[in-house]
């Protein structure tokens, strides 16, 4: 706060009082300012008490500390825990938002300077974006600094066809909507016994490439990439 005193007057000022002296006229806090929105206004008087008319009333916020979001391993999970650090106190609301700060949806832990956030929804298979936004008493933080991550896409599902008839049948299943996915039998992961493009709707369909050999039973698992990311292992489907 600035301004031209004679005297060495004194300041009055609400929530706050200090001296202004004209060599250096300025008021610092005696205690930091709390996170809130303040509306605040000032007076000034000599030592024989006579005092001016109180000043134009201005209003400021104070904000609280950016938070930051801690790197997630590389690659992450489909639907990857992110740990947010630097919560200003129990009292604080966090928003996460993607690099267009569209808000991603999901649930924050409700105590602690550090919390974690759950997507609802698995990450976009590839590079995901995102910062984060604390808000106390009405007053939101600047924005962290973005935290990008490479998400892997979750395991493909193989529909069990049951008792096979036929060395190559058409398998099906489903996964994530434009991935490649192969087919394989479980342990011999460099043999590919079928491929299929996931379509739209989440389903993919094809007929084996590969004949199947003798087992009883015949273990099949999958994966899926997109993005130039590769899931995991699917959960087997096992049929004589």
């Given at each position: 706060?600035?301004?031209?005193?004679?005297?060495?007057?004194?300041?009055?000022?609400?929530?706050?009082?200090?001296?202004?002296?004209?060599?250096?006229?300025?008021?610092?806090?005696?205690?930091?300012?709390?996170?809130?929105?303040?509306?605040?206004?000032?007076?000034?008087?000599?030592?024989?008490?006579?005092?001016?008319?109180?000043?134009?009333?201005?209003?400021?916020?104070?904000?609280?500390?950016?938070?930051?979001?801690?790197?997630?391993?590389?690659?992450?999970?489909?639907?990857?825990?992110?740990?947010?650090?630097?919560?200003?106190?129990?009292?604080?609301?966090?928003?996460?938002?993607?690099?267009?700060?569209?808000?991603?949806?999901?649930?924050?832990?409700?105590?602690?300077?550090?919390?974690?956030?759950?997507?609802?929804?698995?990450?976009?298979?590839?590079?995901?974006?995102?910062?984060?936004?604390?808000?106390?008493?009405?007053?939101?933080?600047?924005?962290?600094?973005?935290?990008?991550?490479?998400?892997?896409?979750?395991?493909?599902?193989?529909?069990?066809?049951?008792?096979?008839?036929?060395?190559?049948?058409?398998?099906?299943?489903?996964?994530?909507?434009?991935?490649?996915?192969?087919?394989?039998?479980?342990?011999?992961?460099?043999?590919?016994?079928?491929?299929?493009?996931?379509e739209s709707n989440g389903h993919w369909t094809t007929?084996?490439?590969?004949?199947?050999?003798?087992?009883?039973?015949?273990?099949?698992?999958?994966?899926?990439?997109?993005?130039?990311?590769?899931?995991?292992?699917?959960?087997?489907?096992?049929?004589?």
């Amino acid at each position: 706060m600035t301004g031209t005193f004679a005297h060495r007057p004194v300041v009055d000022v609400t929530r706050l009082v200090g001296e202004v002296r004209p060599v250096d006229p300025h008021l610092t806090a005696t205690t930091p300012w709390a996170v809130d929105r303040y509306t605040i206004t000032a007076r000034q008087f000599k030592r024989v008490g006579k005092s001016s008319d109180w000043a134009v009333v201005e209003t400021f916020e104070v904000k609280p500390p950016k938070p930051a979001i801690h790197p997630p391993p590389n690659p992450a999970e489909p639907g990857q825990v992110l740990t947010i650090t630097g919560v200003y106190s129990d009292t604080a609301t966090l928003e996460m938002f993607n690099a267009a700060t569209t808000k991603v949806r999901g649930a924050f832990s409700t105590t602690g300077t550090t919390r974690t956030f759950t997507p609802t929804e698995n990450w976009v298979p590839g590079t995901n974006t995102v910062k984060v936004v604390q808000t106390v008493n009405g007053v939101p933080s600047d924005a962290s600094e973005f935290c990008t991550f490479a998400a892997r896409p979750s395991s493909p599902v193989i529909t069990n066809p049951g008792v096979i008839r036929t060395p190559k049948p058409t398998l099906s299943g489903t996964g994530v909507a434009g991935a490649t996915v192969t087919l394989h039998r479980e342990s011999y992961p460099n043999t590919v016994y079928g491929t299929a493009e996931v379509e739209s709707n989440g389903h993919w369909t094809t007929p084996l490439t590969t004949a199947l050999s003798m087992a009883d039973p015949f273990n099949m698992t999958a994966k899926q990439v997109l993005n130039g990311m590769t899931s995991g292992w699917a959960e087997n489907a096992s049929f004589p």
